[in-house]
């Protein structure tokens, strides 16, 4: 049963209430059944009055969030690198890497000293693009699969509720969010938004939803849209900015001509690189020369059925690059700017782009839209499925700070690379100087470099810190102990007279099962016989919860009730956590593991584990039409907890085609499993003099650079 924490104050309340006949105040109930709060929440019950969803699997509000006031799953953030300097604790955007559950929690609890007062009830904006439940497997440049969404069912609702709870505990009072979806799983996570933002409902945008060879040869009628639903924490939230600037077009191009005034072979004009030939029974109004002189002052465009506007004279057209088809409309743009408001149709810009190669990546133009109505400069704007990252790279182009998330290495150097080399992409807005001199024009190279911003780990520890456990036992005694939520108390647990007992749960003992020890690492495990030891030592002097915090491969039981000799129940509760990295005959933790092929790039949303630093080595050398790998080391063990045998351990190689020891790592390609030959040898043509290559392995641990011989 859930323990009441009352008050003197509470318990009179509800005295007097009983004394008198009537019912307790309102606010009283959710501390008097703690288990029920959610349920009892009349106000908020009042305000919603719609329909929910029930499914197995699915929580109260109140459980998931104490959760994160218990410290369970909440994960420690250490900086892994910091990019650019600041001043005077100025703030850092935030690039995190590991599960957004954790770091959801983590702000949540707002404890950890790097975001405490900083995000909770601080975000703007969030804007989420979750993985769709499907089962589809979206392919990228070069056939290459970049993204899985593997979750189904009531697993995917209930993860994205539970991610929902928590981002909206994040949301600043006038801020909002907006969540894509498509049409497999859209209209149930509707009905979940409508339950945990009690009905604040703002609106569906309808966004494009065409990407590259999506539509196969199907027989049925393909689905080109997808939804973007948009609530706001508050029902009294407005939008910052409601119009778009629109820019006339006009068919200006052609004068009729009789083809029966035996006017044949019309002449056909370059543009953007491409032979253009006039209708029937038209010719050009302009020659070639107007025609070049209007490409310069970007006063003609090519525009996809899908959306897509071409209007850079420096790049040639070939097709499109957002849904590769070659159907160009030619349009003149009238310059005269005017103003339109905005509407839910936005199938007039591309839902999706190609920038980086993922195959889902949100296109800038969608996420400068949704940026610029829903904050204002310095907001502060959380993206916590990262991808490729466009939500940090846009929210940093228009002035805004961030956050984003993603668990997988290969997103986390893709979106640092994309914020390294942000000065090579277009400007989206116009900057002008003190003397209000246009420096740089919308669409032009955007030139400055990204504010200052920190890899963060979320989960990760540095296990050099605890690795000789006889060195460092009482290092791990209190890390292990943080990472419940507990601080040692050694002072009130001497009444117990137990070994290894270090702090209190609810006043109740826990023990620190000893690892440290050799005889316990190699020999012993919890079991019913460890349990009843521990009961006979106690004599009669232990009752209720006794507490285990142990490594998950040291326990072969769950929770358990023992009488002891009085004949009352001790009930032993085992925690486990994970850990991966004891000593080399308890090392047999699996994480949800790097991928190893770009099948599985981003499959690992699903993963919830704490999870160790190891040290991975390398050594590669130059060879014939590449390099070839010679050396690879890593810690880590598979599933029967033996080494990985030769290249096997191996996810990816990340590669740096510029690299300088001491500056950041630029990631220019990265290298799967998958491509590496069993002597080690990659085919790779373009190698440069300075190559810098990270090989991270299948736990997603990480080597320091490695200089190409």
């Given at each position: 049963?859930?323990?009441?924490?009352?008050?003197?104050?509470?318990?009179?309340?509800?005295?007097?209430?009983?004394?008198?006949?009537?019912?307790?105040?309102?606010?009283?109930?959710?501390?008097?059944?703690?288990?029920?709060?959610?349920?009892?929440?009349?106000?908020?019950?009042?305000?919603?009055?719609?329909?929910?969803?029930?499914?197995?699997?699915?929580?109260?509000?109140?459980?998931?969030?104490?959760?994160?006031?218990?410290?369970?799953?909440?994960?420690?953030?250490?900086?892994?690198?910091?990019?650019?300097?600041?001043?005077?604790?100025?703030?850092?955007?935030?690039?995190?890497?590991?599960?957004?559950?954790?770091?959801?929690?983590?702000?949540?609890?707002?404890?950890?000293?790097?975001?405490?007062?900083?995000?909770?009830?601080?975000?703007?904006?969030?804007?989420?693009?979750?993985?769709?439940?499907?089962?589809?497997?979206?392919?990228?440049?070069?056939?290459?699969?970049?993204?899985?969404?593997?979750?189904?069912?009531?697993?995917?609702?209930?993860?994205?509720?539970?991610?929902?709870?928590?981002?909206?505990?994040?949301?600043?009072?006038?801020?909002?969010?907006?969540?894509?979806?498509?049409?497999?799983?859209?209209?149930?996570?509707?009905?979940?938004?409508?339950?945990?933002?009690?009905?604040?409902?703002?609106?569906?945008?309808?966004?494009?939803?065409?990407?590259?060879?999506?539509?196969?040869?199907?027989?049925?009628?393909?689905?080109?849209?997808?939804?973007?639903?948009?609530?706001?924490?508050?029902?009294?939230?407005?939008?910052?900015?409601?119009?778009?600037?629109?820019?006339?077009?006009?068919?200006?191009?052609?004068?009729?001509?009789?083809?029966?005034?035996?006017?044949?072979?019309?002449q056909e004009r370059k543009v953007f690189g491409k032979t253009i030939y006039p209708p029937q029974g038209k010719h050009f109004k302009y020659n070639q020369k107007a025609i070049?002189?209007?490409?310069?002052?970007?006063?003609?465009?090519?525009?996809?059925?899908?959306?897509?506007?071409?209007?850079?004279?420096?790049?040639?057209?070939?097709?499109?690059?957002?849904?590769?088809?070659?159907?160009?409309?030619?349009?003149?743009?009238?310059?005269?700017?005017?103003?339109?408001?905005?509407?839910?149709?936005?199938?007039?810009?591309?839902?999706?782009?190609?920038?980086?190669?993922?195959?889902?990546?949100?296109?800038?133009?969608?996420?400068?839209?949704?940026?610029?109505?829903?904050?204002?400069?310095?907001?502060?704007?959380?993206?916590?499925?990262?991808?490729?990252?466009?939500?940090?790279?846009?929210?940093?182009?228009?002035?805004?700070?961030?956050?984003?998330?993603?668990?997988?290495?290969?997103?986390?150097?893709?979106?640092?690379?994309?914020?390294?080399?942000?000065?090579?992409?277009?400007?989206?807005?116009?900057?002008?100087?003190?003397?209000?001199?246009?420096?740089?024009?919308?669409?032009?190279?955007?030139?400055?470099?990204?504010?200052?911003?920190?890899?963060?780990?979320?989960?990760?520890?540095?296990?050099?810190?605890?690795?000789?456990?006889?060195?460092?036992?009482?290092?791990?005694?209190?890390?292990?102990?943080?990472?419940?939520?507990?601080?040692?108390?050694?002072?009130?647990?001497?009444?117990?007279?137990?070994?290894?007992?270090?702090?209190?749960?609810?006043?109740?003992?826990?023990?620190?099962?000893?690892?440290?020890?050799?005889?316990?690492?190699?020999?012993?495990?919890?079991?019913?016989?460890?349990?009843?030891?521990?009961?006979?030592?106690?004599?009669?002097?232990?009752?209720?919860?006794?507490?285990?915090?142990?490594?998950?491969?040291?326990?072969?039981?769950?929770?358990?009730?023992?009488?002891?000799?009085?004949?009352?129940?001790?009930?032993?509760?085992?925690?486990?956590?994970?850990?991966?990295?004891?000593?080399?005959?308890?090392?047999?933790?699996?994480?949800?593991?790097?991928?190893?092929?770009?099948?599985?790039?981003?499959?690992?949303?699903?993963?919830?584990?704490?999870?160790?630093?190891?040290?991975?080595?390398?050594?590669?050398?130059?060879?014939?039409?590449?390099?070839?790998?010679?050396?690879?080391?890593?810690?880590?063990?598979?599933?029967?907890?033996?080494?990985?045998?030769?290249?096997?351990?191996?996810a990816m190689l990340l590669i740096d085609l510029d690299y300088e020891p001491g500056k950041p790592f630029d990631m220019d390609k990265t290298i799967f499993a998958t491509d590496?030959?069993?002597?080690?040898?990659?085919?790779?043509?373009?190698?440069?003099?300075?190559?810098?290559?990270?090989?991270?392995?299948?736990?997603?641990?990480?080597?320091?650079?490695?200089?190409?011989?």
């Amino acid at each position: 049963m859930v323990k009441l924490n009352l008050a003197d104050e509470d318990k009179a309340g509800l005295i007097e209430a009983i004394n008198k006949g009537v019912e307790p105040k309102p606010d009283l109930l959710p501390r008097l059944f703690p288990g029920m709060a959610e349920k009892f929440d009349v106000q908020a019950l009042d305000r919603a009055k719609i329909p929910t969803l029930e499914y197995a699997g699915k929580r109260s509000k109140a459980a998931i969030l104490a959760e994160a006031h218990a410290g369970i799953g909440a994960a420690p953030l250490q900086i892994v690198r910091s990019l650019g300097e600041t001043k005077n604790n100025e703030w850092k955007n935030l690039i995190v890497q590991g599960d957004n559950l954790q770091f959801l929690k983590t702000c949540y609890r707002n404890v950890d000293p790097l975001i405490k007062g900083k995000v909770k009830g601080k975000v703007a904006l969030i804007f989420i693009d979750p993985p769709f439940g499907t089962g589809d497997e979206y392919g990228g440049n070069s056939n290459e699969m970049s993204y899985s969404a593997k979750i189904a069912g009531s697993e995917f609702i209930e993860g994205v509720r539970e991610r929902l709870i928590y981002l909206r505990e994040l949301l600043a009072d006038d801020g909002c969010i907006f969540v894509r979806l498509d049409y497999h799983f859209g209209h149930y996570v509707k009905a979940v938004l409508d339950e945990v933002f009690t009905n604040n409902f703002k609106n569906e945008m309808v966004i494009n939803r065409i990407y590259k060879n999506v539509f196969g040869n199907s027989k049925f009628i393909p689905t080109s849209t997808d939804s973007l639903f948009v609530y706001s924490l508050k029902d009294n939230h407005i939008y910052k900015n409601v119009t778009e600037e629109m820019i006339e077009t006009r068919e200006a191009f052609w004068r009729h001509m009789d083809d029966s005034a035996g006017i044949r072979n019309p002449q056909e004009r370059k543009v953007f690189g491409k032979t253009i030939y006039p209708p029937q029974g038209k010719h050009f109004k302009y020659n070639q020369k107007a025609i070049v002189n209007m490409l310069v002052e970007r006063r003609i465009r090519f525009k996809c059925p899908c959306g897509y506007a071409h209007t850079d004279p420096a790049i040639e057209w070939v097709v499109c690059p957002i849904c590769g088809k070659d159907e160009p409309k030619l349009q003149y743009l009238v310059l005269e700017k005017n103003y339109e408001n905005l509407q839910s149709n936005w199938t007039d810009i591309p839902g999706y782009s190609s920038t980086t190669g993922y195959p889902t990546e949100n296109s800038e133009v969608l996420l400068e839209r949704v940026i610029s109505i829903a904050t204002i400069k310095n907001d502060l704007v959380m993206d916590v499925f990262g991808g490729s990252g466009t939500t940090a790279a846009v929210a940093e182009k228009l002035g805004r700070r961030w956050i984003t998330c993603d668990f997988g290495k290969h997103a986390i150097y893709t979106m640092q690379r994309r914020l390294l080399r942000i000065g090579e992409s277009k400007a989206l807005m116009e900057e002008q100087d003190k003397d209000d001199e246009v420096i740089v024009k919308k669409g032009d190279p955007y030139r400055k470099s990204a504010k200052p911003f920190c890899v963060v780990s979320s989960g990760a520890y540095d296990f050099s810190h605890v690795m000789d456990l006889r060195k460092h036992k009482e290092t791990y005694i209190d890390f292990v102990l943080a990472l419940f939520g507990l601080t040692r108390d050694e002072d009130k647990t001497k009444k117990y007279r137990l070994a290894n007992i270090y702090a209190l749960w609810d006043n109740h003992p826990v023990e620190v099962y000893p690892v440290w020890d050799d005889q316990f690492l190699r020999e012993v495990k919890i079991d019913e016989a460890y349990l009843r030891g521990i009961a006979t030592q106690a004599g009669g002097r232990l009752k209720g919860e006794y507490y285990i915090i142990t490594p998950e491969s040291c326990t072969n039981v769950g929770d358990t009730t023992i009488k002891n000799q009085e004949g009352r129940d001790i009930h032993f509760l085992i925690k486990p956590f994970p850990y991966k990295v004891l000593e080399d005959i308890s090392r047999n933790f699996v994480l949800c593991e790097q991928p190893s092929s770009q099948a599985n790039v981003n499959n690992l949303i699903t993963s919830t584990a704490f999870y160790f630093n190891d040290d991975v080595k390398i050594k590669a050398k130059r060879c014939a039409k590449g390099f070839k790998l010679c050396k690879f080391e890593t810690k880590i063990l598979d599933k029967e907890g033996k080494k990985f045998p030769g290249f096997s351990g191996l996810a990816m190689l990340l590669i740096d085609l510029d690299y300088e020891p001491g500056k950041p790592f630029d990631m220019d390609k990265t290298i799967f499993a998958t491509d590496i030959a069993e002597d080690g040898k990659v085919i790779f043509d373009g190698l440069t003099k300075s190559v810098g290559i990270i090989a991270i392995d299948r736990h997603g641990n990480e080597s320091k650079p490695h200089n190409l011989e």
